[in-house]
């Protein structure tokens, strides 16, 4: 029920400030913030005493056996068609909950003073719901849901609140994860044509939507060849969410356009819904089919991952070029789950988590640095070090955790997503490594001349669109939600244990439980 | 027919209360606004008395609002009552049978009527080119236009349609004769004639009601002749004798086939199947908007009925393959294929909405289909049928919602162009997302209703097909080559909707994303205001949740009642 509360909330302030004249609704622009901010305040606590009252104590291995945590009981929906109203969370989907509980204040905090803020800060609130709701409920069709409602809050702050090419972005971001996922939803009502009927639900059509029963029936779909077509209706639906090389050019038009907090969100959790559900799904259901389907997957990381690291290096846009790191991230996942080793599939469970808490960080960045100096070229300006001391210390925070420096969170998932790669693969893993090691030579040397470099100590250069207005350090707002994401990243650097023994305890259940027989049926050992 | 009048008692006027409350609802409206201070004088006196028919009228009941309000309040009663006597079964004489699934589709086309009528409330001018006053008018204007308005008979003549429609549809949906059945169909379907070239205020409002009408008696009159070729060949058209001895028929009797293909060819029209739709899109878009609406759910629902009895109760055989089965997948794929691809070359939101109109059309008949292949145990049949009519129920909700938002755009002239729904969202949020909704639920998107409606017709065709493909089969191809051709019909009806989407999102994203060419609000109708508001909330809470639930439940009930399971 936690799940809905934001969603209500959102939705009534948005219908409220929608009935209300236009010159009320402006004032009501205030007490919306204050208790949209309120309320995911209140859900991030809920959700961190949750986490604290349980770790250690619950054993997170089990999953085919319904070892789901927090579970109600499911509420009957539409019980004759087999919709139900599960929920239930694990160790895939907890950290990904409590990130986003944690992020949208953050998000909130940062953009405190955005304009429109009667919808804007609700907007967001609606986004925290749709979000939680992919991540907690255990029915595809309530699934799928909440994974297209997510799209709708998005579109609106590109929409409503993006830049200059703001249409072309959310026109782009619409169609390409919406086609994608109508493919998915192909695939979802393939699998739930051949569920078979339990107790209670499905009377009209004899089928269920649940997908706890779905894991665990025996053979789902029986034909081979059926089922690896679903398997690759499901994988289109979710790589072009994650995204994915070659459907992942929305994503950086819809970053470089959408508001701060939009791009916060975006990289931070939508990104992950794309792993989280080819994990949950995919993988979890149809483990034959993904054995079988290891070359792909091979391909099409290390295509995100050369490739988003390259062009990476061809901007000079700061966004576009976070844009294109997350791409390049986002196929360490695919190569994580790839190695079907319990330290791989770990390792590529922290990088959705260490990404999540690194990526808002350097998009809240380039926000602020728009905000502050109108432009986001990166060569256009140097020595922001001088200016804007906070600022430039979490750039190079951020840059540094996103290349892997040891000690920040992304290095945890880095290494241990390379060992697993190693063992399965050998010495393949020089490929990816190489690439990491030539992002770092990148961000560097753009570090250098952003922060630092300047013929002039006392001034630096400014860029034109400053005209001749003093630059200054970013806002405590701006500050404060930059801080706690600091924080995070060096806490989950230094102490990635917190969250990184549940995952490793998950991924060796899954492994034992779910692949290795799998394995065995597909010969195929790591 | 004469036991219908002498068995008139309490129990068969409660079982006929919604026709009775409209038929009454015609005599009113027939009667206030024709009374006046007329008087007569006594033959051989002097003395006048007033006889209340003719003369001058009164300012009350030459109000131009005052049919709408009656038309609304006996619609309203009759939905209450079809709702309120739901359950009710009975015999009246021995062509009309009342029970749950005539009184669910009494409840259909009332409310279609109903939400017809709140859309006329405010928008049917007395003479055709006069048009109500606007908000903005100063007080001359709207004193002019009032003057214009002033005459209600214009009103009257429409609503009086309006109802006699709903009479035919309604008393249609309870005929247990074929004749019977047809008479119906004929009473709702002249009305609607006359209701399509009533737009006059459109240019091609009178020629879209000469094609409808042309085309639509050339086609009643195939089904008559075919009608008579049954009764040749049977000697009665009570659905039961023909039932019996439809399946006591040994062999193909070529009598009979001809009249059931002859009068499939009369139901295909109503319906708007392909190849007998080409009137459809003229139709519609020549017509005003709220009876485009009422074409294409009430009348496309009365067609469904048509073909419900005439294909499952009629000419269902026993057991194996109905003779029909390879016509009406062959029409249902040609169907929706040809409403799609149509649909997404047009440019006039009326017509698009007419081809997708055509398209669901499509859908429902392949559902149909996978009833007559003989392969549906009873209870699958009965699950197949209740999809297509919570379908039909549901679609009332969000294709007159599509309808509704159009006839706001038509009260200010527009509603012809695409460009006229360009950035309605931001002219009017809440229209706009109501648009969207209905967009969304005619494509099939989950959680809506049309979603629900879709996935329990795929499961039908799938779960009576599907079984027989082959099961260990290691590669798609050998896997689909093993399948009941059946199948394919599931297949088609995704293939189509993912077609669909391209001109539904269309539709949904230029409101979102053009720039519109005013910026001003839309009339402020708060009737029409209410009814979209309705459609777009039912149209979610029908598509998932308890109401969904509710809803199945008495579909299935009402047509477990009309299978006879």
Known sequence: MI?????????????????????????????????????????????????????????????????????????????????????????????????????????????????RGHLFHPLLLVMEGALLGVFVVLD??????????????????????????????????????????????????????????????????????????????????????????????????????????PVHTWLPDAHVQAPTAGSMLLAGVMLKMGAYGFLRVAVTIFPESTIEFIPLLLVLGMASLVYGAWVCMGQTNLKRMVAYSSVSHMGLIFLGIATMQPLGIAG???????????????????????????????????????????????????????????????????????????????????????????????????????IFESNDPEKGILPDTMH?????????????????????????GIMPFIFWDMMSDWSSGFTVETLIDAMHSQEWMP | MSSILTDIDLDTMLLLLPEILMLLGIVTMILIPNLGDATMRIPLTRTRVPILIGGTRSEYNNDPRLPNLIACGVLGLALLASIVFLGEEGDVGNALHVNEFSRLFTLLFTSALLLAALATSTRMPARPKATPPLDSDSDEIVDSKVAALIDNRRQVDFHILLLTTGLGMSLMAMATNLFMLF???????????????????????????????MVGSVVSAIGIYGMSLLYLWNGSLDMADLASAWSAMEGNDSLAIVGVGLMMVAFGFKVGAAPFHLAVPDAYSGASSPIAGLLATASKAMGFVALIRLLLIVTMPPSGQAIWMLSIALIAVLTMTWGNLAALTSDNPKRILA?????????????????????????????????????????????????????????????????????????????????????????????????????????????????????????????????????????????????????????????????????????????????????AFLTLLFGIGPMSEWLLDVVTSAVDTMMGL
């Open chain 2, 183 to 213: 008479v119906c169909l004929e009473l709702a379907s002249l009305s609607s004639y006359v209701l399509v070239a009533f737009h006059k205020e459109s240019d091609v409002g009178g020629e879209a009601g000469m094609k409808y009408f």
């Open chain 2, 355 to 535: 081809y997708s109109s055509v398209a669901h059309a499509g859908y429902m008949l392949a559902a149909m289909a996978a009833i007559g292949s003989g392969l549906a145990d009873p209870s699958t049949s009965s699950m197949i049928v209740t999809a297509v009519v919570f379908h039909l129920l549901v679609l009332v909700l969000f294709k007159f919602g599509a309808f509704l938002v159009l006839s706001m755009l038509e009260a200010e002239g527009k509603g012809h162009r695409i460009e006229d729904l360009h950035g309605l969202v931001r002219r009017e949020p809440v229209i706009g997302v109501a648009m969207f909704v209905f967009m969304l639920s005619l494509a099939g998107v989950p959680p809506l209703s049309g979603f629900l409606s879709k996935l329990l017709m795929i499961n039908g065709i799938v779960s009576v097909s599907a079984g027989t493909g082959a099961v260990t089969s290691t590669t798609v191809v050998d896997w689909a080559g093993g399948v009941d051709p059946l199948f394919w019909l599931a297949v088609a009806i995704v293939v189509n909707s993912a077609l669909s989407l391209f001109y539904y999102l269309r539709i949904g994203l230029v409101m979102f994303f053009e720039s519109p060419e005013s910026d001003s609000g839309l009339s402020k109708a708060p009737s029409l205001r209410l009814a979209i508001f309705a459609c």
């Open chain 1, 3 to 115: 799940t809905l509360l934001p969603l209500f909330a959102g939705l009534l302030m948005l219908i409220l400030t929608q009935v209300l004249p236009n010159t009320q609704a402006e004032g009501m622009a205030r007490i919306s913030r204050n208790i949209s901010m309120g309320i995911a305040l209140a859900v991030a606590v809920i959700t961190t005493l949750l986490f604290i009252g349980h770790w250690g104590s619950i054993d997170w291995t089990n999953i085919t056996q319904g070892g789901y945590v927090l579970q109600n009981d499911a509420i009957d929906l539409i019980p004759s068609i087999g919709v139900t109203w599960k929920v239930g969370a694990d160790a895939l989907s907890f950290p990904m909950i409590w990130l986003t509980t944690v992020l949208i204040p953050i998000s909130m905090l940062v953009e405190w003073n955005a304009k």
């Open chain 1, 140 to 245: 595809l069709f309530v699934f799928y849901v909440f994974w297209e409602l997510t799209l709708i809050p998005m579109f609106l702050l590109i929409l409503m609140w993006g830049g200059e090419d703001r249409r072309y972005a959310a026109m782009k971001f619409f169609i390409y994860t919406f086609a994608a996922s109508v493919i998915m939803l192909v695939g979802i009502l393939v699998m739930y044509f051949h569920t078979d009927p339990i107790a209670g639900l499905g009377s009209l059509t004899g089928h269920h939507f649940d997908l706890v029963a779905m894991t665990a029936q025996n053979n789902l779909i029986p034909s081979e060849g059926l089922r690896h077509l679903v398997w690759l209706m499901l994988l289109i639906g979710f790589a072009t969410k994650m995204p994915s090389v």
């Open chain 1, 348 to 450: 590529a469970l922290f990088m959705m988590f260490a990404h999540g808490i690194i990526s808002p960080l350097l998009f809240a960045v380039a926000g602020a640095f728009k905000h502050h100096y109108h432009t986001l070229e990166i060569g256009s300006m140097r020595g922001i070090a001088h200016h804007s001391p906070w600022l430039a210390a979490h750039m190079m925070l951020g840059w540094m955790a996103s290349l892997g420096l040891p000690l920040l969170a992304g290095f945890v998932a880095e290494v241990a997503i390379m060992i697993a790669f190693w063992m399965t693969f050998g010495w393949l893993v020089l490929l990816p490594a190489l690439t990491l090691i030539i992002t770092a030579v990148y961000y560097l040397s753009s570090m250098q001349r952003t």
């Open chain 1, 468 to 492: 001749d207005e003093e630059p200054r350090d970013i806002t405590w707002h701006e500050n404060a939600g930059m801080l706690v994401l600091a924080a995070m990243t060096v806490l989950f």
